[in-house]
Every structure is written in structure tokens, then in C-alpha cells.
């Protein structure tokens, strides 16, 4: 709780430190939409750190990853269903292409999930589901604001009810070093900030299901830098779920241009031109 808490805190303290200074109409949001963002940020984005941290702290990290990641299928399944998103064959095969590489990739085929900890299984599927709420509620937001609006206050918002919550500023007192600050602010830019906020700008091009089924190439990047930097060794299995999930973003894309290219194709049938062809 103490890592959640100083992770979004500093995370959100520094986005505000550097618009206030640079960009301060990303700051600007209407009255109204202050309910919004205490939904998304208090409640979503508050639920998704805590819930992934308490799965990994409680179960392997490639078990509670696998699980958080069946927050896609969850955010196909809604926009499919209310928000009218077309089912194509080719997104369902990107899903399944992608669901089954995160599945070889972290080794899920030796997890032995019943045997592991009932806790860290319950945070996981928690997990999954606040994934895919704060994707689908911050989904919402992009229609109205910058991506790096929505994230600034999403996590404000999720430092605001963490240090209600827990302990307000309790690390403040912590004679922490300089070298763990350094961790932690490392934690805050590196492993928050910015995955975050290049998320959200996936979200913003792409939407919410091809945004999420392409951040299913976070465990295959994450098994590559292993392999190159910490020398771990790449299972068959492995390397043929990395080349599924690959794959899965480059049906997508394909998907994407074909889905661009056909309200054109369909204006220049409506007038006629002679470029156009069944």
C-alpha cells in the first residue's frame, strides 16, 4: 500500500509540477467533469495499482500479469455490446492471437494457477476488472480532453483517496535514502507516468480493444529485455507466443486501414468515380 500510495502521489505531483510550469491549459477541466475524474481516478485508477500490487505480492508476476490482461476481453465484450464497436473476424482472431502469446510468453503453461495463492488469484480477477473500468471510463474522457489531462487527474484523484485511506504522507516521515528516492521516483516517471500516458494516447488514436490487445506486447517487450540484458533464456514456447502477440497487432492494423479506407471507397462509389471498385 505504502509503494501504491508514493508511486501516484509522486506521479501526480510531478505531471502538475511540470504543467504548471509548461502547459497549464492541460490542467483546465469544467466543473462538472469533476465527478468524472473522481470516478476514474478515485475509484478505477486507485483499484487498478492496488489490486495488481497485492496480486503480485501474494502470486508470481507472469501469473498476475495473465490475469490482468483478461481485462481485454472484458473491454471487447462491453464495446461490442453498448457501445455498438463491429465484431470482425479479425478482431476476434487478434484477440485470441494475443490472449494465447501473453498466455505462452509468461510461461503460463507451468503455472499451476490452482495450486496458487486463492488471495493473489482473487486481486488478479480484480485487477482484470479495473483494468478494463478505467480504460473504458478514461475512454469516455478522451472525447473531451487531452490524454495527459485525464491521466494528470486520474492520478490525483487516486493520490487523494490513497492518502485518505492509508496512512496520509506516512512516507514523508520514512527516512528513506537517496538512492530508494531515486528508485521511486524511477518507479513514478518510468514505470507510471509514462506507460500510463502512452496508453491513454493509444486509446485515443486507436480506441479502447485494439488499444488494450496491443498493450499485450508489454510481457513479450518485458521477456526480450530479459533475454538482452539479464541474459534469461527464451523457451520455444515463449518465442512463438511473442511471434502470436506480434502478429495480433499487425491483423489489427490491417483491420484499422481497412476500416478507414471503406467510408471513402463507399463516397467514391456514391459519386461515381470510376477509381472505385467492388
Not at 35 to 54: E, I, T
Request: net charge positive; glycine share 8%.
Amino acid at each position: 500500500m505504502e509503494l501504491v500510495q508514493i508511486r501516484v502521489t509522486l506521479s501526480a505531483a510531478l505531471l502538475g509540477i511540470f504543467f504548471g510550469i509548461f502547459r497549464r491549459t492541460l490542467t483546465r477541466i469544467r466543473i462538472k467533469d469533476i465527478l468524472y475524474f473522481l470516478l476514474l481516478g478515485g475509484a478505477a485508477m486507485a483499484m487498478v495499482q492496488v489490486s495488481y500490487f497485492f496480486a503480485i505480492s501474494k502470486i508470481q508476476v507472469s501469473a498476475a500479469i495473465l490475469l490482468q490482461y483478461l481485462g481485454t476481453i472484458l473491454i471487447a465484450a462491453y464495446s461490442i455490446a453498448f457501445w455498438h464497436e463491429r465484431l470482425t473476424a479479425a478482431k476476434i482472431a487478434a484477440l485470441f492471437l494475443a490472449m494465447g502469446g501473453c498466455f505462452l510468453v509468461v510461461g503460463g503453461y507451468d503455472l499451476h494457477l490452482l495450486e496458487l495463492n486463492r488471495g493473489g488469484i482473487v486481486w488478479g480477477l480484480v485487477s482484470a476488472v479495473s483494468f478494463a473500468s478505467y480504460t473504458l471510463l478514461a475512454e469516455r474522457g478522451l472525447h473531451r480532453y487531452s490524454p495527459w489531462t485525464v491521466i494528470f487527474y486520474a492520478f490525483l484523484f487516486a493520490a487523494l483517496t490513497l492518502n485518505i485511506l492509508y496512512k496520509p504522507t506516512a512516507y514523508l516521515k520514512t527516512p528513506y535514502s537517496l538512492a530508494q528516492w531515486g528508485w521511486l521516483l524511477y518507479i513514478a516517471i518510468m514505470g507510471t507516468i509514462i506507460p500510463f500516458g502512452l496508453y491513454l494516447m493509444g486509446v485515443s488514436y486507436i480506441r479502447s480493444t485494439r488499444a488494450s490487445i496491443t498493450a499485450i506486447f508489454e510481457p513479450v517487450s518485458a521477456a526480450l529485455i530479459a533475454f538482452l540484458a539479464l541474459g534469461e533464456i527464451l523457451h520455444s514456447l515463449q518465442i512463438i507466443g511473442g511471434i502470436s502477440a506480434i502478429f495480433a497487432i499487425v491483423l489489427l492494423q490491417l483491420q484499422r486501414e481497412h476500416d478507414e479506407m471503406a467510408p471513402e471507397l463507399i463516397r467514391m462509389h456514391k459519386k461515381g468515380d470510376p477509381d472505385c471498385r467492388d
